[in-house]
């Protein structure tokens, strides 16, 4: 109470100074756009609002959406086994709610085969869309009579599939 409001102003605008990084201005060209996006947004919000938490928050929701848009490419390689007649693909990257939409796309549900493998060694299940996802694919097989099996599951995407179940686990796959 005995300190001046200007005295406060005063030391809160010196921190600002301070602790901004005035290197990142001159960097803006050079760093990523995302990154820039996310900086320039954040301060403006700041700038409108006159407030900071909700600055914060915005960047952080942001930095967020970038990030969940960055990792949710999936890369699906296929192999044939003529000697099998069994396709092998290999699945690539983080499987959630914002990558798997255009999944069941990347696989041939037409082909003259018996059976499926769908090789998850390189890729992570991080929750129910994702096992929807492959019930999706699995489903669009046995239309087809084409049986499939999966194999490479790390042991958290393959508790998450055991927990929230699948056409896999009902039919002892």
Same mark, same amino acid.
């Given at each position: 109470?005995?300190?001046?409001?200007?005295?406060?102003?005063?030391?809160?605008?010196?921190?600002?100074?301070?602790?901004?990084?005035? #290197?990142?201005?001159? !960097? $803006?060209?050079?760093?990523?756009?995302?990154?820039? #996006?996310?900086?320039?947004?954040?301060? #403006?919000?700041?700038?409108?609002?006159?407030?900071?938490?909700?600055?914060?928050?915005?960047?952080? $929701?942001?930095?967020?959406?970038?990030?969940?848009a960055k990792?949710?490419?999936?890369?699906?390689?296929?192999?044939?086994?003529?000697?099998?007649e069994k396709?092998?693909?290999?699945?690539?990257?983080?499987?959630?709610?914002?990558?798997? !939409?255009?999944?069941? !796309?990347?696989?041939?549900?037409?082909?003259?085969?018996?059976?499926?493998?769908?090789?998850?060694?390189?890729?992570? $299940?991080?929750?129910?869309?994702?096992?929807?996802?492959?019930?999706?694919?699995?489903?669009?097989?046995?239309?087809?009579?084409?049986?499939?099996?999966?194999?490479?599951?790390?042991?958290?995407?393959?508790?998450?599939? !055991?927990?929230?179940?699948? $056409?896999?686990?009902?039919?002892?796959?």
């Open positions: 109470v005995q300190i001046p409001m200007a005295a406060l102003a005063g030391v809160m605008i010196m921190v600002a100074i301070s602790t901004f990084d005035w #290197a990142s201005v001159k !960097n $803006l060209a050079k760093i990523p756009k995302t990154d820039a #996006a996310v900086m320039v947004a954040t301060v #403006a919000i700041v700038l409108l609002t006159h407030n900071l938490a909700i600055g914060v928050l915005a960047g952080v $929701l942001l930095s967020a959406i970038f990030f969940a990792i949710s490419s999936v890369k699906v390689k296929e192999e044939l086994v003529t000697s099998e396709k092998v693909y290999y699945v690539q990257g983080q499987l959630f709610f914002a990558s798997v !939409n255009d999944l069941p !796309n990347k696989f041939s549900f037409d082909d003259s085969i018996k059976q499926v493998e769908i090789d998850l060694t390189n890729a992570h $299940l991080w929750d129910d869309s994702a096992i929807g996802a492959l019930d999706k694919i699995e489903v669009k097989f046995a239309q087809n009579n084409i049986e499939v099996h999966y194999s490479g599951l790390n042991e958290a995407s393959e508790q998450l599939k !055991n927990r929230i179940g699948g $056409l896999s686990q009902a039919s002892g796959h």
